[in-house]
C-alpha cells in the first residue's frame, strides 16, 4: 500500500478527497456510534489536519468546540479513534503540552473497502489500483460497535454510572428528585430501558426530562432511539 498512504505530490488532492468519501460511506452505512465519530473525525481532518507535515495537533477544548461537545466527551472520542487505530498518537499531550495523531491510513482502507462499491464502480477501481496487490483486511464495523462497551463494563453498569455522574453533575437537586432511584436494565440496539420507582417519575421524565437523559446517555451509548421502563 505504499502508494496508497502518499499525502502530498501529484494525486495527493484526489486522494484525500476519497478518503474522506470512504469515511462518509463508513458512517453512513453504520450505527449511531460509529456515525457519530465518522462526522467528529471528518470535521477534523477537513478543518485542521496538516496533510504536509502529515499529523493532526488540535487541542481537547478546540475539538470540543467544533464538535459542540464537552472536553469529557472529546477525551473519550479520541480514546475510541486510537482504539480503532484509525488515529494513532505519536506524541502524548503532557504538561500543557497538546497531543500529536498521525492518520493511519492503511486502517482507513480497511474500514472503508466494503463502501467502496457503493460509491460507484470508479471509485472501487480507483482505490484498487492504489491499493495495488496489497490484500485489504476487510473488519466488522460490529466489532467496532460492540468494543464501545467491554464485559467488565458491562457487568458493573461502568457506561450507565457515568451517565448518572453527567446528570448528577448537571442539576443535583434535580437528579436527587428523578433520576437517582432509577434502575438500568440495558441498552440493545439504541433503545434504553429502565425500571423506574412509580408510573408517576416514569411519566414526569418522559414529559419534563427526556432531553437531558438522551443527551447523557448519547455521550456514552450512543445514539438514543427509544426509552422503555419496565
Same mark, same amino acid.
Not at 499525502?7 to 453512513?28: E, H, I, R, W
Not at 459542540?68 to 506524541?91: A, M, P, Q, Y
Not at 437537586?173 to 408510573?199: I, M, Y
Given at each position: 500500500m505504499q502508494n496508497a498512504t502518499r499525502?502530498? %505530490?501529484?494525486?495527493?488532492? +484526489? #486522494?484525500?478527497?476519497?478518503?474522506?468519501?470512504? /469515511? +462518509? $460511506? $463508513?458512517?453512513?452505512a453504520s450505527p449511531g456510534v460509529m456515525m457519530t465519530s465518522m462526522t467528529r473525525l471528518i470535521s477534523l481532518l477537513t478543518a485542521r489536519y496538516n496533510w504536509k507535515r502529515d499529523e493532526l495537533c488540535v487541542?481537547?477544548?478546540?475539538?470540543?468546540?467544533?464538535?459542540?461537545?464537552?472536553?469529557?466527551?472529546?477525551?473519550?472520542? !479520541?480514546?475510541?479513534?486510537?482504539?480503532?487505530?484509525?488515529?494513532?498518537?505519536?506524541?502524548? %499531550?503532557?504538561? &500543557?503540552?497538546?497531543?500529536?495523531?498521525?492518520?493511519? !491510513?492503511?486502517? !482507513?482502507?480497511? /474500514? +472503508?473497502?466494503? %463502501?467502496?462499491?457503493? !460509491? %460507484?464502480?470508479?471509485?472501487?477501481?480507483?482505490?484498487?489500483?492504489?491499493?495495488?496487490?496489497? =490484500?485489504?483486511?476487510?473488519?466488522?464495523?460490529?466489532?467496532?460497535v460492540n468494543a464501545r462497551v467491554t464485559p467488565a463494563e458491562a457487568e458493573s453498569n461502568a457506561p450507565w454510572d457515568r451517565v448518572r455522574e453527567d446528570l448528577a453533575r448537571a442539576d443535583t437537586?434535580? #437528579?436527587?428528585?428523578?433520576?437517582?432511584? *432509577?434502575?438500568?436494565?440495558?441498552?440493545?440496539? &439504541?433503545?434504553?430501558? *429502565?425500571? =423506574?420507582?412509580?408510573?408517576f417519575v416514569e411519566r414526569y421524565i418522559e414529559t419534563h426530562l427526556a432531553r437531558q437523559l438522551r443527551s447523557a446517555v448519547e455521550a456514552e451509548f450512543g445514539t438514543m432511539r427509544a426509552l422503555i421502563f419496565v
Open positions: 499525502l502530498t %505530490g501529484p494525486g495527493a488532492a +484526489s #486522494f484525500k478527497y476519497d478518503l474522506l468519501a470512504g /469515511l +462518509s $460511506v $463508513v458512517g453512513l487541542g481537547q477544548r478546540e475539538m470540543a468546540r467544533m464538535w459542540s461537545v464537552n472536553e469529557r466527551t472529546v477525551k473519550r472520542e !479520541i480514546k475510541r479513534l486510537t482504539g480503532l487505530e484509525i488515529l494513532v498518537c505519536t506524541r502524548p %499531550g503532557v504538561r &500543557g503540552r497538546v497531543a500529536v495523531y498521525r492518520l493511519n !491510513i492503511a486502517r !482507513i482502507l480497511e /474500514l +472503508s473497502e466494503p %463502501g467502496w462499491a457503493l !460509491i %460507484g464502480p470508479d471509485f472501487e477501481q480507483r482505490m484498487r489500483e492504489r491499493v495495488g496487490n496489497a =490484500a485489504v483486511k476487510v473488519i466488522s464495523l460490529q466489532d467496532y437537586a434535580v #437528579f436527587a428528585a428523578w433520576f437517582d432511584r *432509577l434502575e438500568f436494565e440495558g441498552f440493545v440496539d &439504541g433503545t434504553l430501558t *429502565l425500571k =423506574a420507582p412509580s408510573r
